[in-house]
């Protein structure tokens, strides 16, 4: 389904009663991120809001694709699997032999609908160019600040378009923008995006960069610029796909080699000078849960900014999950399901990142196994397969469907993948390229992976036979934290409930190498008799929260380096999800802080709460997390 505009979506949600009008005023400064936070962490009052008094001309639309329904809305299906059906029937026909002329001929009208989705440039100027503003001001936009140590105001939802100076291709990627002033932002590009790549082209040419931001139109505008597409493939052929309606653009009007969607609701014009210097930007909260630490980016020089008269300003909020990418990470998950599998790894039968993973650190994927190493293989080929690339932690399984078991039934899947794992043979270590915003590798952007290899044991794959688990009889908790004072809590609800061999363990270390020496205590117990797996989390950390421990333990496991074997048979594995310092670690990067809100903020919004119109007051998500800060910065000093 295609939306003529911003307005149009921001009408479907409210007729299905997934949006909330705000006409109180709310500070684009830390209170709108702040009520958002809130709203978009309680299920049953997760709502679309539209704050309509921003102390600007733009009242400002978040949350928009936060929930599994407005994401289906967005992308006009009424399941996210509607779009895995479509695009692997699509897949099918293209790839199907054709035996004579009349099959050949048959594909026709296939082809024309791919035709009919092709970007296309429109002569004139589009609705995005109904009013130029007279100079250029960015502060005229109600561009957030979301966290307390946030380095400024960000533009945190825009789709930024460049192109190869040499090929003309053009590329639409999703970078948060710090402003600076009315004219200038940052452009926080990593190294391995493509329009990273562009810019250095133009550096080698010595060429000024003309850029292009386009904020809201069609939310697949939105959705298109954050989806891990291979390079040269445009983002607005997949926004045409999916919307069923090729995009139509228009030209720049100061920087005309750049085309954008005509439709859009502000555009924002510009260039990046090669040859300048960069700039100190961040910190910003991050979609990890903590904050990604200020570095040196290229500044982006705004030329002109045109809207839509009727034109909202789009924006979303990251921080401690679930926040509103989760549900865009689904959609990319539903979405690149079929390709992956079709082209690149045709065993895969289903994929799933949990949201605690945060995208790219957990990763399920479920395998038709038809021989023995097949697990492995499948790690090898998606740990190469574009952004899978950043992945940190894989678990393969096989079989599920056929046992009743869904990819996202966490408890029976656990059960499953570690009764088929010996922990001495089926799990696996990496290094390689990782997210820049990992911040628990020792290298930026480069660090260990580990693939959990869940599948069922051929012959060829055992070394011997893998035995049903039962906790210990003689296992007590109590007795644990009475004889190791430095561990805080310990969560068996899994082992002992659900059967599944993992602790959760909170630690408080105090000197180099305690976690390793305290797994090896605990491994030589005679009650961790057929414990399989220990998670370690800092001592901040409740245990018994399952969800909090996945969170903090994937951001803070380097698993290559922070693993090791215990036990008599040296068949228990610790994974040390601890944060690292150079004291304790010699861990020689700053190690930031996680996300919350201030309390000045907090008192601020709970006083306004009963102007909002959002029903009875929700307590700051914020408060549960204040005693797991170190300090009061975004990054934690070595003495904390």
């Given at each position: 389904?295609a939306?003529?505009?911003?307005?149009?979506?921001i009408?479907?949600?409210?007729q299905?009663?997934?949006l909330?009008?705000?006409?109180?005023?709310?500070d684009p400064?830390l209170?709108i991120?702040?009520?958002?936070?809130?709203?978009?962490k309680?299920r049953?009052r997760?709502?679309?809001?539209?704050?309509?008094n921003?102390?600007?001309?733009?009242?400002?639309?978040?949350n928009?694709?936060g929930?599994e329904?407005?994401?289906c809305?967005?992308l006009?299906?009424?399941e996210l699997?509607?779009?895995?059906q479509?695009?692997e029937?699509?897949?099918?026909?293209l790839s199907a032999?054709?035996?004579?002329?009349?099959?050949?001929?048959?594909?026709l009208p296939?082809l024309g609908?791919?035709?009919?989705?092709m970007?296309?440039v429109v002569t004139?100027?589009?609705?995005c160019?109904?009013?130029?503003?007279?100079?250029?001001?960015?502060d005229?936009?109600?561009?957030l600040?979301?966290?307390p140590?946030?380095?400024?105001?960000?533009?945190?939802?825009?789709?930024i378009?460049?192109?190869d100076?040499?090929t003309?291709i053009?590329?639409?990627?999703m970078?948060?923008?710090?402003?600076?002033?009315?004219?200038m932002t940052g452009m926080?590009?990593?190294?391995?995006?493509?329009?990273?790549?562009?810019f250095?082209?133009?550096?080698k040419?010595g060429?000024?960069m003309?850029?292009?931001?386009?904020?809201?139109?069609?939310?697949i505008?939105t959705?298109?610029a954050?989806?891990?597409?291979?390079?040269?493939v445009?983002?607005?052929?997949?926004a045409?796909?999916?919307?069923?309606?090729?995009?139509?653009?228009?030209?720049?009007i100061?920087q005309?080699?750049?085309?954008?969607p005509s439709?859009?609701?502000?555009?924002?014009e510009?260039?990046?000078d090669?040859d300048?210097e960069?700039?100190?930007?961040?910190?910003?909260?991050?979609h990890?849960?903590y904050?990604s630490l200020?570095?040196w980016?290229?500044?982006?020089?705004v030329t002109?900014?045109t809207h839509r008269?009727?034109?909202v300003?789009?924006?979303?909020?990251?921080?401690?999950?679930?926040?509103e990418?989760?549900?865009?990470?689904?959609?990319?998950e539903?979405?690149?399901?079929t390709?992956?599998k079709?082209?690149?790894?045709p065993?895969i039968?289903?994929?799933?990142?949990?949201?605690?993973?945060?995208?790219?650190?957990?990763?399920?994927?479920?395998?038709?196994?038809?021989?023995?190493?097949?697990g492995?293989?499948?790690?090898?080929?998606m740990?190469?397969?574009?952004?899978m690339?950043?992945?940190?932690?894989l678990?393969?399984?096989?079989g599920?469907a056929?046992?009743?078991?869904?990819?996202?039934?966490y408890g029976?899947?656990?059960?499953?993948?570690f009764?088929?794992?010996n922990?001495?043979?089926?799990?696996?270590?990496?290094q390689?390229p990782?997210?820049v915003?990992?911040h628990?590798c020792?290298?930026?952007g480069?660090?260990?992976?580990?693939?959990?290899?869940g599948?069922?044991?051929?012959?060829?794959?055992m070394?011997?036979p893998l035995?049903p688990?039962?906790?210990?009889t003689?296992?007590?908790?109590?007795i644990?934290?009475?004889?190791?004072p430095?561990?805080t809590g310990?969560n068996h609800?899994?082992?002992?409930?659900?059967?599944i061999?993992?602790?959760f363990?909170?630690?408080?270390?105090?000197?180099p190498?305690?976690?390793?020496?305290?797994?090896?205590?605990?491994?030589?117990?005679?009650?961790m008799?057929?414990?399989k797996?220990?998670?370690?989390?800092e001592?901040t950390?409740k245990?018994d929260?399952?969800a909090?421990?996945?969170w903090r333990?994937?951001?803070?496991?380097?698993?290559?380096?922070?693993?090791?074997?215990?036990?008599?048979k040296?068949?228990?594995?610790g994974?040390d999800?601890t944060?690292?310092?150079k004291?304790l670690d010699?861990?020689?990067r700053?190690?930031?802080?996680?996300?919350?809100a201030d309390d000045?903020?907090i008192?601020?919004?709970?006083?306004?709460?009963?102007q909002?119109?959002?029903?009875?007051?929700?307590?700051?998500?914020?408060l549960?997390?204040?005693?797991?800060?170190?300090?009061g910065?975004?990054?934690?000093?070595?003495?904390?």
């Amino acid at each position: 389904m295609a939306y003529r505009s911003l307005r149009a979506f921001i009408d479907a949600l409210e007729q299905a009663g997934e949006l909330i009008r705000i006409k109180t005023f709310v500070d684009p400064v830390l209170e709108i991120a702040e009520i958002t936070d809130r709203v978009s962490k309680t299920r049953d009052r997760n709502k679309a809001l539209l704050f309509e008094n921003t102390g600007t001309s733009f009242p400002l639309l978040i949350n928009s694709m936060g929930s599994e329904r407005r994401m289906c809305i967005a992308l006009g299906v009424k399941e996210l699997n509607d779009v895995t059906q479509d695009i692997e029937s699509l897949f099918k026909k293209l790839s199907a032999p054709k035996s004579g002329l009349l099959e050949k001929l048959a594909m026709l009208p296939e082809l024309g609908r791919f035709a009919s989705w092709m970007p296309k440039v429109v002569t004139g100027r589009g609705a995005c160019q109904e009013v130029v503003m007279e100079k250029p001001d960015l502060d005229k936009l109600p561009i957030l600040k979301c966290w307390p140590q946030d380095g400024g105001r960000f533009i945190t939802l825009p789709a930024i378009h460049t192109k190869d100076p040499g090929t003309g291709i053009r590329n639409i990627g999703m970078y948060r923008m710090q402003v600076f002033d009315g004219q200038m932002t940052g452009m926080h590009w990593h190294k391995h995006k493509v329009s990273a790549r562009h810019f250095n082209e133009y550096k080698k040419l010595g060429k000024r960069m003309p850029v292009a931001v386009a904020l809201g139109g069609d939310p697949i505008y939105t959705y298109a610029a954050t989806a891990p597409l291979p390079e040269n493939v445009d983002e607005y052929m997949l926004a045409g796909f999916l919307r069923k309606k090729k995009v139509e653009l228009v030209k720049c009007i100061t920087q005309p080699d750049i085309e954008v969607p005509s439709d859009a609701d502000i555009i924002i014009e510009g260039y990046v000078d090669v040859d300048e210097e960069l700039v100190w930007e961040g910190p910003f909260g991050d979609h990890t849960g903590y904050y990604s630490l200020p570095d040196w980016y290229p500044r982006f020089h705004v030329t002109a900014i045109t809207h839509r008269k009727d034109a909202v300003y789009p924006a979303t909020i990251v921080g401690i999950p679930p926040q509103e990418d989760a549900w865009l990470g689904k959609a990319t998950e539903r979405i690149f399901l079929t390709p992956i599998k079709m082209t690149m790894v045709p065993e895969i039968t289903d994929m799933n990142m949990p949201v605690e993973g945060v995208f790219h650190n957990l990763v399920i994927t479920t395998i038709n196994k038809e021989y023995a190493g097949q697990g492995q293989k499948v790690m090898n080929a998606m740990w190469g397969a574009g952004q899978m690339m950043f992945n940190k932690i894989l678990v393969l399984a096989d079989g599920v469907a056929a046992s009743g078991i869904k990819i996202d039934d966490y408890g029976n899947l656990a059960s499953y993948v570690f009764n088929n794992v010996n922990p001495a043979t089926d799990i696996y270590f990496s290094q390689g390229p990782m997210d820049v915003l990992d911040h628990s590798c020792s290298k930026l952007g480069f660090g260990g992976k580990m693939c959990i290899d869940g599948t069922h044991k051929q012959e060829e794959e055992m070394t011997e036979p893998l035995l049903p688990f039962k906790l210990h009889t003689g296992f007590s908790s109590a007795i644990i934290l009475s004889a190791f004072p430095e561990i805080t809590g310990i969560n068996h609800k899994l082992a002992a409930e659900w059967d599944i061999p993992v602790l959760f363990v909170a630690v408080r270390k105090d000197r180099p190498g305690h976690v390793g020496e305290l797994h090896e205590q605990l491994s030589s117990l005679p009650e961790m008799a057929g414990i399989k797996m220990i998670l370690y989390v800092e001592h901040t950390v409740k245990a018994d929260d399952i969800a909090d421990v996945l969170w903090r333990f994937c951001n803070n496991l380097d698993p290559k380096r922070d693993h090791f074997y215990g036990g008599p048979k040296k068949n228990i594995i610790g994974l040390d999800g601890t944060r690292k310092s150079k004291k304790l670690d010699n861990f020689d990067r700053p190690w930031p802080n996680i996300i919350v809100a201030d309390d000045k903020t907090i008192g601020v919004v709970d006083k306004k709460w009963l102007q909002l119109g959002l029903g009875e007051l929700i307590i700051s998500p914020s408060l549960r997390y204040k005693t797991q800060l170190y300090g009061g910065g975004a990054s934690v000093l070595d003495s904390e």
